[in-house]
């Protein structure tokens, strides 16, 4: 299995932009997560989806923000506009079905975003 | 407000010596705890886990300790490998919150050869 697959790897973007960031999660994984990764915070859960269904977004920092799973292969995260307080790396998970018991999450390589 | 605490940024420790990373909680609902492990320009990876009903899981030279009372866990690694040189991220999840994980800061443990 190819694992998480997100891209692009690295985004450089000026203010005002949007960024869109993309992940591909592992086959027959039916949960999908947004994290972001900084310094102050550690790795902040963004938003879950569960079946292509968001659960809980309450992680998402403002309207700004805004998470899609259009299938069960692919999840888009956009930042529109874009502002330099969202520097940051993404990153994205996928787990299979927790059942009775919790399920390790596999993550992707992540994506640096820097906004100028 | 960040309900997993990790308040070392950092630790170096030399090789074949033990390092032990800390972790603390403030959500009593917490059963499950997690330790992934992250090398630069990757994704984190699962190192190990425990449940709330066990206060000990071993796995090589790995170790995570459970104190439920203070809502503190620990990794040990023993003996320490140069290739240990990564952030460490302490992670805890509850019931009923579908596999929803809460992350730690991380520390970042540096072996010296």
């Known amino acids: 299995d190819a694992g998480v697959i997100q891209s692009p790897r690295h985004e450089v973007t000026e203010m005002g932009q949007e960024v869109t960031l993309r992940c591909k999660p592992i086959s027959g994984h039916n949960s999908l997560f947004w994290y972001r990764q900084t310094m102050m915070r550690g790795l902040e859960l963004l938003i879950y989806?569960?079946?292509?269904?968001?659960?809980?977004d309450s992680g998402m920092p403002e309207d700004r923000f805004s998470a899609k799973m259009p299938n069960a292969s692919f999840s888009t995260l956009k930042i529109q506009p874009s502002e330099p307080r969202d520097s940051a790396v993404y990153f994205c998970?996928?787990?299979?079905?927790?059942?009775?018991?919790?399920?390790?999450?596999?993550f992707g390589p992540g994506t640096r975003l820097t906004v100028l | 407000d960040q309900q997993v605490k990790q308040n070392s940024p950092s630790l170096s420790v030399q090789e074949g010596r033990i390092s032990i990373l800390n972790c603390d909680y403030t959500n009593s609902m917490f059963d499950y705890f997690l330790w992934y492990k992250k090398y630069p320009a990757e994704g984190p990876t699962f190192l190990i886990s425990?449940?709330?009903?066990?206060d000990k899981n071993e796995d090589g030279r790995f170790t995570v300790f459970l104190n439920k009372s203070a809502k503190h866990l620990s990794l040990h690694i023993v003996p320490s490998q140069p290739g240990d040189s990564a952030v460490y991220f302490c992670a805890a999840s509850a019931s009923g919150t579908g596999n929803q994980f809460y992350f730690g800061t991380g520390t970042s443990l540096t072996v010296i050869p």
């Open positions: 425990i449940s709330s009903i066990k």
């Open positions: 998970a996928s787990s299979s079905p927790a059942g009775f018991s919790y399920n390790e999450q596999f």
């Open positions: 989806f569960n079946n292509n269904v968001p659960i809980d």
